[in-house]
């Protein structure tokens, strides 16, 4: 047990998905893992393992921005061994080419801040995803026939965002869509020597300000958790 997760040593897969909240991640072990079991509950922050196809996997919230991915991320590497670990949640496009329901794989994320820039100081570190995990998701999702986008990705500390202007900045210069949380997993993930990705789904759109209907949203979020799972075990 660590101080946020309750799960006892080996209740926790070498594989973790980690939707921001805590309900998708019942959502998605309920829908597509076997012999689920309830992992943790600590603060509401709920995780699962399960198998999918004969592979263990935890489903485990991870909460909103990097500062609560942090914990997780932190207490599932150090305490419980996990070595691949796929951020499966939601962004807003950035681009006019990007459309809501479409999968954003992120290959690096941009921020202002991440919760490890008390070491980076000076140095402007490029947090990037494993390879090997970003290959297999693109392939099983040309595959599926979802429409994906492969690149860059902001992840920024607030979501109510005061500038218009720095959002602009980042339009301009390619950035597919903005999240709160990968940075600071593929750094994470970088300095443990695991592997990560960010799977996201446009939930709604910056630029035209269209947004995903609240009936449409489980369809695409099974994309990306079906999406995630092929990457791991390819
Ligand atoms: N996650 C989903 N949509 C987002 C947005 N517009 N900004 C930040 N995070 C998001």
Redesign the pocket.
């Known amino acids: 047990m660590t101080i946020h997760i309750g799960a006892k040593p080996g209740d926790i897969a070498e594989t973790v998905l980690l939707p921001g909240d805590p309900y998708r991640a019942k959502w998605a072990a309920e829908t597509f893992l076997e012999d689920v079991k309830l992992v943790n509950e600590v603060r509401g922050m709920l995780g699962f393992t399960g198998t999918w196809k004969g592979n263990r996997v935890t489903i485990q919230g991870s909460g909103m921005g990097m500062p609560s991915l942090s914990i997780y991320a932190n207490e599932l590497i150090k305490s419980y061994d996990a070595k691949t670990l796929i951020r499966i949640?939601?962004?807003?496009g950035m681009q006019d080419k990007v459309n809501v329901r479409d999968v954003i794989l992120a290959t690096a994320c941009s921020s202002l801040s991440t919760p490890s820039r008390g070491i980076f100081k000076e140095l402007q570190f490029a947090p990037t995803c494993d390879f090997e995990l970003l290959h297999n998701a693109y392939k099983t999702a040309e595959k599926r026939g979802v429409p994906t986008h492969v690149g860059g990705i902001y992840s920024?500390d607030v979501?109510y965002?005061e500038r218009p202007d720095l959002n602009e900045e980042m339009t301009r210069h390619g950035i597919l869509?903005?999240?709160?949380e990968a940075a600071e997993l593929y750094i994470l993930a970088a300095r443990y020597g695991r592997r990560a990705l960010a799977v996201l789904t446009v939930?709604?759109h910056?630029i035209t300000g269209e947004a995903l209907p609240a009936d449409q949203r489980e369809q695409s979020f099974g994309d990306m958790v079906e999406i995630a799972l092929e990457a791991a075990f390819a």
Do not use: N, P, T
């Open positions: 949640g939601s962004c807003g920024a979501f965002d869509a903005v999240e709160m939930s709604d910056l």
